[in-house]
């Protein structure tokens, strides 16, 4: 079964920082992998999506990066907004209908 | 509509009813997944449906749990006998293409979520 795993839980920053967070995934065999943002007492908001042939994908601020053969992922926020808080989820699709999620990790922007 | 919505957004149950939690995904969208999201963890996968087919339920945690979308719109998970180990937060999500669909951009939209509790 794939294991997506993110890293770090939770982080803290103060506002204008530039940021890193990791997922990896344990079986490289992916359709591809999707960043999604979640709010409290919200659904999910599909950030980006990279393809498996992808390295990478930009919107804005964000960036994210994509190494199937060694299974992680990053997503790079540049100059973090207080409204950029949020838990970010990293997702994996294996077939044309199977996802697997990571558990998240939980940012917090300092104004 | 503009998003997909999903009712009631809140339910409590006693332990021992039966829920039903309804999806109207986005109009026209042929794919249509259910996800169980427990406190502090990622949404797992329940089930999908491909228009009104039902292709894959290898999620659904126990045979309490029922999903039907009969006219391959509206959705509606069913949980019988509710456990505590069934409160989480119950997210539904749609997207345009179906598993024929070869461009692997499609792209989920997912609802607000129904958070159910079971006391």
């Known amino acids: 079964k794939q294991e997506v795993t993110q890293i770090p839980a939770a982080l803290s920053v103060p506002e204008g920082e530039n940021l890193v967070l990791n997922c990896s995934f344990t079986?490289?065999?992916?359709?591809?992998l999707q960043w999604f943002r979640q709010d409290p007492g919200k659904g999910l908001t599909s950030l980006l999506l990279?393809?498996?042939?992808?390295r990478e994908q930009t919107s804005g601020r964000l960036n994210a990066s994509l190494d199937k053969s060694s299974g992680r992922s990053t997503l790079y926020i540049a100059a973090s907004q207080p409204g950029d808080s949020a838990t970010y989820l990293c997702a994996v699709r294996i077939t044309g209908n199977q996802f697997y999620f990571g558990t998240g990790t939980s940012l917090t922007v300092i104004p | 509509g503009a998003g997909v919505s999903q009712s009631p957004r809140y339910k409590v149950a006693k332990r021992g009813q039966d829920v039903a939690l309804r999806c109207d995904p986005i109009?026209?969208?042929?794919?249509l997944f259910w996800y169980q999201q427990a406190l502090g963890q990622g949404p797992e996968f329940l089930t999908y449906f491909q228009n009104e087919a039902q292709l894959d339920k290898s999620g659904l945690p126990s045979d309490r749990f029922f999903a039907e979308r009969p006219e391959g719109s509206v959705s509606t998970l069913k949980i019988q006998r509710t456990q505590q180990e069934d409160s989480a937060v119950y997210l539904c999500?749609?997207?345009?293409?179906?598993?024929?669909?070869?461009?692997?951009?499609?792209?989920?939209?997912f609802g607000p979520g129904t958070r159910l509790t079971v006391l």
């Open positions: 999500a749609s997207s345009l293409g179906g598993l024929a669909y070869t461009s692997s951009t499609d792209t989920q939209y």
């Open positions: 990279i393809q498996s042939s992808q």
């Open positions: 079986d490289s065999a992916i359709y591809n």
């Open positions: 109009s026209g969208h042929v794919s």
